[in-house]
């Protein structure tokens, strides 16, 4: 199976955050911001393995600063480790101010898919193309993860 690059796969989605996405103080709720996150991710990982995905597990999720009604909000997703059915996707999310065109970076996510066959069972994803040392630090730096949450996922003798 031939691989493919972190490129290939990277996306960024932008979404204007209305009353509706908010709370009574204008502070968009976390729910909307999980949800996009989630479709961001989701995406990236289709792109890649070019099958349906499915979330498996969110590792982390930071929320570092508040989105308001009226923020312009970005969520870039991309490939940071990749194993035989599963990959996981660095969600970094930003909002920006319109009027101001200040920007803040208000979360980041670390999210896991697993590709399916026709049969819906998981199936074997390309292999990652990694180009920089920047990349292969990422990709260490999941594998590491990913041994983490194998580890949790154990049962305990």
Known sequence: MDGRRVSDSELTLSQFMQPEHANNLGNVHGGVVMKMIDE???????RHARRPTVTVAVDSMMFL?????????TF???LTFVGRTS???EVC???EEIHTGKRRLTNTAYVVYVALGEDGRPVEVPRLILETEDQRRVWEQGKQRQAERLARKSPRG
Do not use: K, T, W
């Not at 508040?66 to 909000?73: M, R």
């Open 76 to 78: 870039n997703a991309h």
């Open 93 to 95: 999310v930003e909002a």
């Open 40 to 46: 961001a991710g989701g995406l990236c990982a289709a």
């Open 65 to 73: 600063e508040p989105v308001h009604i009226g923020d312009l909000v």
């Open 87 to 89: 990959m996981e996707v």
